[in-house]
Protein backbone atom coordinates (compact mmCIF):
# COMPACT_ATOMS: atom_id res chain seq x y z
CA UNK A 1 0.00 0.00 0.00
CA UNK A 2 1.22 3.63 -0.92
CA UNK A 3 1.79 5.88 1.74
CA UNK A 4 -0.74 8.47 -0.90
CA UNK A 5 -3.10 5.52 -0.79
CA UNK A 6 -3.21 5.13 2.91
CA UNK A 7 -3.47 9.19 3.77
CA UNK A 8 -6.29 9.09 1.25
CA UNK A 9 -8.08 6.39 2.94
CA UNK A 10 -7.46 8.00 6.32
CA UNK A 11 -9.09 10.99 5.17
CA UNK A 12 -11.98 9.59 4.15
CA UNK A 13 -12.27 7.92 7.82
CA UNK A 14 -11.05 11.01 9.51
CA UNK A 15 -13.72 13.61 8.19
CA UNK A 16 -16.18 12.26 5.58
CA UNK A 17 -17.26 9.37 7.00
CA UNK A 18 -18.86 11.35 10.11
CA UNK A 19 -20.96 13.42 7.92
CA UNK A 20 -22.18 10.22 5.82
CA UNK A 21 -22.17 7.64 9.10
CA UNK A 22 -25.41 8.79 11.05
CA UNK A 23 -27.91 8.63 7.95
CA UNK A 24 -26.61 5.19 6.93
CA UNK A 25 -26.53 3.50 10.06
CA UNK A 26 -29.44 3.87 12.00
CA UNK A 27 -29.74 2.41 15.41
CA UNK A 28 -32.06 0.56 14.31
CA UNK A 29 -30.06 -1.47 11.11
CA UNK A 30 -27.05 -1.55 14.11
CA UNK A 31 -29.50 -3.29 16.36
CA UNK A 32 -29.96 -5.84 13.89
CA UNK A 33 -26.31 -6.45 13.07
CA UNK A 34 -25.46 -7.29 16.15
CA UNK A 35 -28.46 -9.79 16.40
CA UNK A 36 -27.41 -11.42 13.58
CA UNK A 37 -23.44 -11.18 14.82
CA UNK A 38 -24.16 -13.31 17.97
CA UNK A 39 -26.37 -15.48 15.97
CA UNK A 40 -23.97 -16.36 12.99
CA UNK A 41 -21.08 -16.60 15.49
CA UNK A 42 -22.89 -18.35 18.22
CA UNK A 43 -21.21 -16.59 21.02
CA UNK A 44 -21.11 -18.04 24.10
CA UNK A 45 -21.38 -15.75 27.03
CA UNK A 46 -18.35 -13.62 27.78
CA UNK A 47 -16.70 -14.56 24.71
CA UNK A 48 -13.39 -12.72 23.46
CA UNK A 49 -14.10 -10.86 20.46
CA UNK A 50 -12.47 -8.71 18.30
CA UNK A 51 -14.12 -6.18 16.26
CA UNK A 52 -11.50 -5.45 13.13
CA UNK A 53 -11.87 -2.03 11.92
CA UNK A 54 -14.17 -1.18 14.73
CA UNK A 55 -14.57 2.57 13.68
CA UNK A 56 -16.46 4.40 15.99
CA UNK A 57 -17.34 1.21 18.22
CA UNK A 58 -20.63 1.08 16.46
CA UNK A 59 -20.60 -2.87 17.37
CA UNK A 60 -18.22 -3.07 19.39
CA UNK A 61 -19.95 -1.29 22.11
CA UNK A 62 -23.44 -3.09 21.76
CA UNK A 63 -21.35 -6.19 21.73
CA UNK A 64 -19.69 -4.89 25.01
CA UNK A 65 -23.40 -4.34 26.41
CA UNK A 66 -24.38 -7.70 25.71
CA UNK A 67 -21.52 -8.95 27.85
CA UNK A 68 -19.13 -9.85 25.41
CA UNK A 69 -14.91 -8.78 25.95
CA UNK A 70 -15.13 -7.11 23.11
CA UNK A 71 -11.32 -5.51 21.36
CA UNK A 72 -11.60 -3.06 18.82
CA UNK A 73 -9.14 -2.13 16.38
CA UNK A 74 -8.83 0.63 14.10
CA UNK A 75 -6.41 3.18 12.21
CA UNK A 76 -8.31 5.99 12.52
CA UNK A 77 -7.23 7.93 15.57
CA UNK A 78 -10.82 10.15 15.46
CA UNK A 79 -12.63 7.06 15.21
CA UNK A 80 -10.95 5.40 18.26
CA UNK A 81 -11.48 8.43 20.28
CA UNK A 82 -14.92 8.93 19.52
CA UNK A 83 -15.32 5.26 20.26
CA UNK A 84 -13.54 5.44 23.54
CA UNK A 85 -15.56 8.23 24.81
CA UNK A 86 -19.09 6.25 24.27
CA UNK A 87 -18.15 3.58 25.86
CA UNK A 88 -17.06 5.65 28.78
CA UNK A 89 -20.30 7.53 28.35
CA UNK A 90 -22.03 4.11 28.55
CA UNK A 91 -19.78 2.55 31.13
CA UNK A 92 -18.60 -0.12 29.60
CA UNK A 93 -14.78 -1.45 28.96
CA UNK A 94 -13.52 -2.17 25.84
CA UNK A 95 -10.10 -2.66 24.87
CA UNK A 96 -9.67 -0.04 22.19
CA UNK A 97 -6.25 -0.50 19.61
CA UNK A 98 -4.79 1.18 16.58
CA UNK A 99 -3.45 -0.61 14.60
CA UNK A 100 -3.33 -1.77 11.36
CA UNK A 101 -5.96 -4.81 10.24
CA UNK A 102 -2.61 -6.39 9.11
CA UNK A 103 -1.44 -6.57 12.70
CA UNK A 104 -3.87 -8.12 14.69
CA UNK A 105 -2.34 -9.55 18.48
CA UNK A 106 -2.36 -11.87 20.01
CA UNK A 107 -2.10 -15.41 18.36
CA UNK A 108 -5.20 -17.84 19.17
CA UNK A 109 -6.76 -15.18 21.63
CA UNK A 110 -10.02 -14.52 20.53
CA UNK A 111 -12.99 -17.10 20.17
CA UNK A 112 -14.62 -14.78 17.47
CA UNK A 113 -13.94 -11.73 15.29
CA UNK A 114 -16.14 -9.64 12.88
CA UNK A 115 -15.20 -6.82 10.15
CA UNK A 116 -18.34 -5.14 9.15
CA UNK A 117 -17.94 -2.98 6.18
CA UNK A 118 -13.69 -2.45 6.54
CA UNK A 119 -12.60 -4.77 4.53
CA UNK A 120 -11.41 -4.03 1.48
CA UNK A 121 -9.91 -0.99 1.34
CA UNK A 122 -6.05 -2.19 1.18
CA UNK A 123 -4.10 -1.64 -2.07
CA UNK A 124 -4.32 -5.32 -3.66
CA UNK A 125 -6.05 -8.43 -3.04
CA UNK A 126 -2.25 -9.28 -1.07
CA UNK A 127 -2.77 -7.10 1.09
CA UNK A 128 -6.15 -8.17 1.85
CA UNK A 129 -4.83 -11.05 2.52
CA UNK A 130 -2.20 -10.61 4.61
CA UNK A 131 -5.04 -9.58 6.54
CA UNK A 132 -7.09 -11.95 6.70
CA UNK A 133 -4.23 -14.35 7.67
CA UNK A 134 -3.56 -12.11 10.74
CA UNK A 135 -7.34 -12.76 11.91
CA UNK A 136 -6.88 -16.40 11.53
CA UNK A 137 -3.55 -16.09 13.97
CA UNK A 138 -5.19 -14.45 15.87
CA UNK A 139 -8.53 -16.87 16.42
CA UNK A 140 -8.24 -19.94 18.82
CA UNK A 141 -8.98 -23.25 17.22
CA UNK A 142 -12.00 -23.18 15.87
CA UNK A 143 -12.97 -19.39 15.92
CA UNK A 144 -14.98 -17.73 13.64
CA UNK A 145 -14.88 -14.74 11.51
CA UNK A 146 -17.68 -12.70 10.33
CA UNK A 147 -16.59 -10.70 7.21
CA UNK A 148 -19.46 -7.80 5.59
CA UNK A 149 -17.84 -7.19 2.74
CA UNK A 150 -18.98 -4.88 -0.39
CA UNK A 151 -17.85 -5.03 -3.83
CA UNK A 152 -15.43 -2.83 -4.99
CA UNK A 153 -16.84 -2.42 -7.85
CA UNK A 154 -20.40 -1.54 -6.89
Same mark, same amino acid.
Given at each position: ?? $??? =?????????????????????? *??? *??????? =????? @????????? @? &???? &??? +???????????? &???? /??? /? %???? !?? /?? !? #???????? @???????????????? $????????? @? #??? #? #???? +??? $???? +???????? %? %????? !???
Amino acid at each position: MT $ART =VKGTMDFYEDAFYRVAPQQLTA *ERQ *EAEVKLI =VRALE @LPPGARLLD @L &GCGY &GRH +AILLAQRGYAVT &GLDL /SRT /S %LRVA !RR /SA !R #EAGLRVRW @LRRDMRDVPPADYFQA $AICMGAFGV @L #ETD #E #EDAK +ALA $AVRR +ALQPGGRF %L %LDHKN !REW
